[in-house]
């Protein structure tokens, strides 16, 4: 199982980044997808999540009305839409996949990880 992220970068405060995580070696449509972040000397913390059949969405409060994730099950992909970019949102991006009936917001809830993608943004 193979969890490729993409998309992170530097950019100013304000502005959009999409992310993307694509999965190979696992039946995709049967997993509920997550997206995690972790900044330097913190522990990693739940940002959204989206159930297999993408109906439902969750968000953590801080994202809220400013992220929004989505996946494309014909392409094996989650993604991750940023917007209103804030300092705070620095961190490591992670995708994580996770099969069961309801979708987890805890890390160690999740089975396969991506390597994660770096956000910078600059105030």
């Known amino acids: 199982v193979q969890l490729q992220a993409s998309g992170g970068g530097l950019v100013q405060a304000g502005a959009s980044l999409r992310l993307s995580c694509t999965a190979s070696?696992?039946?995709?449509?049967?997993?509920?997808m997550g997206w995690f972040r972790q900044a330097p000397g913190k522990d990693r913390e739940f940002v959204a999540a989206v159930s297999w059949t993408g109906s439902r969405t969750l968000y953590a409060d801080s994202v809220k009305g400013r992220f929004s994730i989505s996946r494309d099950n014909a392409k094996n992909t989650v993604y991750l839409q940023m917007n209103s970019l804030e300092s705070e949102d620095t961190a490591v991006y992670y995708c994580?996949?996770?099969?069961?009936?309801?979708?987890?917001?805890?890390?160690?809830?999740?089975?396969?990880w991506g390597q994660g993608t770096l956000v910078t943004v600059s105030s």
């Open positions: 994580a996949g996770h099969r069961a009936l309801l979708v987890p917001v805890r890390p160690q809830d999740y089975e396969y």
């Open positions: 070696g696992l039946t995709f449509s049967s997993y509920n």
